[in-house]
C-alpha cells in the first residue's frame, strides 16, 4: 500500500515536471493561449486513447434497453 508521503513526493515531483515542457514551448517562441491550446492538445492526444480503449466495458451500460 502507498504511503501519504510517498504520494507527496509523486505528486510534488510531477508538478515541478510539469513546468518543463512549458519552458520548452516558451524557447519556441510559442506563450500565451496558443501555448495553453498546444499543451491541452498534447494531453488530448495521450489521454484519448487511454479513456476510450475500454470502452467495450462501458458501452453496455450506456445502452438503454428498449421497452418493448
Do not use: K
Not at 510517498?6 to 515541478?16: C, D, F, N, S
Not at 489521454?47 to 458501452?59: D, G, H, I, N
Amino acid at each position: 500500500m502507498l504511503r501519504p508521503e510517498l504520494i507527496l513526493i509523486m505528486a510534488t515531483v510531477m508538478w515541478g515536471t510539469s513546468w518543463v515542457p512549458l519552458h520548452a514551448f516558451a524557447d519556441l517562441g510559442l506563450s500565451g493561449m496558443p501555448m495553453v491550446l498546444a499543451s491541452y492538445c498534447l494531453i488530448a492526444v495521450v489521454a484519448l486513447p487511454l479513456v476510450f480503449s475500454p470502452r467495450r466495458q462501458w458501452l453496455p451500460g450506456w445502452i438503454v434497453p428498449n421497452p418493448h
